[in-house]
């Protein structure tokens, strides 16, 4: 790593503080529109001590001007506590981490078949632009963008489920669920698919992959067009600039000149977009996860919502909000590892 | 001696007509004008369409009963009922109305507020600037489905909440993008000149730059209804929206979830129930985003021209 960048990564890192200051600011803010008994679930760890909201108020110094309350809240934001959901009965933490695995294995099938589908059909529609094959990528992409996640769920296991009996809702088969809690399976990851495979047990392998099928193809199609949008006007541009057209007077062959000199330039901007990805996922996964039954932290958030469980929308929203921010800045310092015009400083 | 302007040679007025010729020479954004515009005649003629019960309120979708399995279309329900007996088609008709309400309101909105911080970072620059940015900053470092949904939760459902929440999400955008021309303009000749001549801020700001900063905001602003219906659609299928039988499309598929599986002689024996209102609401944002996607090519100064 060169020194440049170095202080490159310790300049971004340092303006963290004042962006994750901001972000549990504005969750604070929020709870401030709940009058102070209602608030006091925010620092519940165990709903025996929902009886003792008076001592709680006091502890907490929920009647205190609003610098005081901030930060008793982000001291125990700091030490893992946000406090209690009675939809679940467990600390939202806890909620947070059990079912972040069902949430990272959509993740895992997801992203990359969006990445991948996203620049090739992005690529496919530059190169061949203003044909057939153009317009018919654009207006898939367009459609997949306008599909609200939550119908095109409801009518995929309307066609699947209901229609052909394949590919059900939730995560696994009673059947698999019970083989796993007997104690027969061992769970490594909290990745089914990948415990399946470790554990070299297909029947939960087909089962697991059958079940993510849905949610998968859902996530795609509505965040697909984001990568291709973009890939398209970046390879456009880099399609018009003077050295394709060197390198084509040299006389190397289309395939060399988009795969090796124009793909690889346009790519760069399609770097930048990882940051919305991760921010489209998050939200594709409270709608998607919710209508599949698959129960990974959006499923808890939308379920929370609905109850009214306000520490678990909030320590969700918490969570959300630092994981975007912290993909942004992966983003930030891979974007200037990569292009070394990009100034430093 | 007074300088005769012709309005044909006005930058603006070209940049219009460019605009114009364009969108008529990409056959997609003439689709997606042609379904903005049916849905802009369906919601102002819904009072004809699907006429209300005299003295109720429109937006209340008349119900047939109370018994819960949806009944297939028939000639007195022309898109058949949803479950709870309510009229699938009155719901659609003014569903399309709601849409258009929280699409609009919410963009004018957001636009409004977006202008007034933008063009006040952008003026006055320095601390101003900074305070105003990072509290966008603040805004924008969560996906905003999450914070609309954690806001919605804070004020207590319904579609009022739904419309302020995203407001306040939807504002940062667009101040961030007039903050952008404001930078680039205020540096530019004339408006040197109208201060040297003693025009007072306000009037530099409304009369010289904004007009120059505007053009962009109008298009991000119209075509983001599209998205804008979208997210309300989903946080009002997540039940966080009116209460039971209020016209709107994202409840009513939401009233189609236990029907999906059809009956045992037939998978599809309740089709209507979640075909009918997401056709609806899919078409709607598939209208703007047809006109916005065409829009973006023909505004983007990289591509645009060649």
């Given at each position: 790593m060169s020194t440049?960048?170095?202080?490159?990564?310790?300049?971004?890192?340092?303006?963290?503080?004042?962006?994750?200051?901001?972000?549990?600011?504005?969750?604070?803010?929020?709870?401030?529109?709940?009058?102070?008994?209602?608030?006091?679930?925010?620092?519940?760890?165990?709903?025996?001590?929902?009886r003792f909201a008076e001592e709680i108020i006091k502890k907490y110094g929920l009647d205190q001007p609003f610098y005081i309350q901030y930060f008793n809240w982000l001291s125990q934001v700091i030490q893992g506590n946000l406090g209690w959901s009675q939809s679940l009965h467990m600390p939202v933490l806890e909620a947070l981490m059990t079912r972040f695995s069902a949430t990272a294995e959509l993740v895992l099938y997801s992203a990359p078949l969006i990445i991948i589908l996203g620049i090739f059909l992005g690529k496919i529609s530059a190169v061949k632009r203003n044909t057939a094959i153009d317009h018919m990528t654009r207006v898939i992409a367009i459609i997949g963008w306008s599909l609200p996640a939550f119908w095109l769920g409801i009518i995929l296991l309307a066609v699947f489920y209901g229609g052909l009996g394949i590919f059900p809702p939730g995560r696994l088969s009673p059947w698999a669920e019970a083989m796993i809690r007997s104690g027969e399976f061992k769970v490594y990851t909290g990745l089914y698919t990948i415990d399946a495979i470790l554990n070299l047990n297909w029947p939960i392998f087909v089962d697991a992959l059958s079940h993510l099928v849905l949610p998968v193809i859902t996530l795609t199609t509505i965040n697909v067009a984001l990568i291709m949008r973009v890939m398209r006007s970046s390879m456009l541009e880099q399609l018009s600039k003077t050295y394709i057209i060197a390198a084509r007077a040299r006389g190397l062959d289309e395939k060399t000149v988009i795969d090796r000199h124009a793909s690889k330039n346009a790519l760069i901007p399609v770097i930048t977009l990882s940051g919305l990805l991760t921010a489209g996922l998050l939200s594709g996964m409270v709608i998607t996860e919710t209508i599949f039954e698959f129960k990974g932290i959006g499923y808890f958030a939308a379920h929370a919502a609905?109850?009214?469980?306000?520490?678990?929308?909030?320590?969700?929203?918490?969570?959300?909000?630092?994981?975007?921010?912290?993909?942004?800045?992966?983003?930030?310092?891979?974007y200037a590892y990569i292009d070394p015009r990009i100034k430093l400083g | 001696m007074?300088?005769?302007?012709?309005?044909?040679?006005?930058?603006?007025?070209?940049?219009?007509?460019?605009?114009?010729?364009?969108?008529?020479?990409?056959?997609?954004?003439?689709?997606?004008?042609?379904?903005?515009?049916?849905?802009?005649?369906?919601?102002?003629?819904?009072p004809v369409l699907a006429p209300p019960r005299f003295g109720r309120d429109p937006y209340i979708i008349p119900r047939y009963g109370y018994f819960p399995e949806p009944q297939p279309p028939s000639p007195e329900h022309p898109f058949g009922t949803t479950e709870g007996q309510y009229d699938l088609y009155y719901g659609v008709i003014w569903g399309t109305r709601t849409a258009y309400r929280i699409g609009?309101?919410?963009?004018?909105?957001?636009?409004?507020?977006?202008?007034?911080?933008?063009?006040?970072?952008?003026?006055?620059?320095?601390?101003?600037?900074?305070?105003?940015?990072?509290?966008?900053?603040?805004?924008?470092?969560?996906?905003?489905?999450?914070?609309?949904?954690?806001?919605?939760?804070?004020?207590?459902?319904?579609?009022?909440?739904?419309?302020?929440?995203?407001?306040?999400?939807?504002?940062?955008?667009?101040?961030r993008l007039i903050r952008g021309e404001f930078l680039r303009i205020?540096?530019?000749?004339?408006?040197?000149?109208?201060?040297?001549?003693?025009?007072?801020?306000?009037?530099?700001?409304?009369?010289?730059?904004?007009?120059?900063?505007?053009?962009?905001?109008?298009?991000?602003?119209?075509?983001?209804?599209?998205?804008?219906?979208?997210?309300?659609?989903?946080?009002?299928?997540?039940?966080?929206?009116?209460?039971?039988?209020?016209?709107?499309?994202?409840?009513?598929?939401?009233?189609?979830?236990?029907?999906?599986?059809?009956?045992?002689?037939?998978?599809?024996?309740?089709?209507?129930?979640?075909?009918?209102?997401?056709?609806?609401?899919?078409?709607?944002?598939?209208?703007?985003?047809?006109?916005?996607?065409?829009?973006?090519?023909?505004?983007?100064?990289?591509?645009?021209r060649r």
């Open positions: 440049g960048l170095r202080t490159y990564v310790i300049r971004r890192l340092i303006l963290l503080i004042p962006t994750l200051i901001g972000i549990t600011i504005l969750i604070f803010g929020i709870t401030q529109l709940f009058d102070p008994v209602e608030r006091a679930s925010l620092y519940i760890t165990n709903p025996k001590q929902a609905t109850q009214l469980d306000i520490p678990a929308v909030l320590g969700f929203a918490l969570f959300a909000g630092i994981i975007f921010v912290i993909a942004n800045l992966i983003v930030d310092i891979l | 007074k300088i005769k302007l012709n309005v044909e040679d006005s930058p603006r007025i070209k940049e219009l007509k460019f605009t114009l010729k364009r969108i008529k020479e990409t056959p997609l954004s003439l689709v997606g004008l042609a379904i903005i515009i049916l849905f802009t005649i369906i919601a102002i003629a819904a609009i309101l919410v963009v004018s909105v957001s636009a409004l507020i977006g202008i007034i911080i933008g063009s006040l970072a952008g003026y006055y620059k320095g601390i101003i600037d900074e305070v105003l940015m990072r509290l966008t900053d603040i805004i924008l470092a969560f996906p905003g489905l999450i914070l609309a949904m954690a806001l919605v939760v804070a004020f207590g459902p319904g579609l009022n909440s739904i419309t302020l929440a995203l407001i306040l999400v939807g504002w940062p955008t667009y101040a205020t540096s530019e000749d004339f408006v040197e000149a109208a201060k040297a001549i003693g025009c007072s801020d306000f009037r530099v700001i409304v009369k010289h730059i904004l007009p120059n900063a505007i053009f962009p905001l109008l298009v991000v602003a119209s075509l983001d209804i599209g998205a804008i219906v979208i997210t309300a659609a989903a946080l009002s299928f997540l039940g966080l929206g009116a209460p039971e039988g209020y016209a709107d499309w994202g409840q009513l598929i939401a009233l189609s979830r236990n029907w999906i599986t059809g009956t045992a002689d037939n998978p599809f024996a309740y089709w209507h129930t979640y075909t009918i209102p997401g056709l609806f609401l899919f078409f709607f944002v598939m209208g703007w985003n047809l006109l916005g996607d065409a829009l973006r090519d023909i505004l983007d100064p990289m591509i645009r």
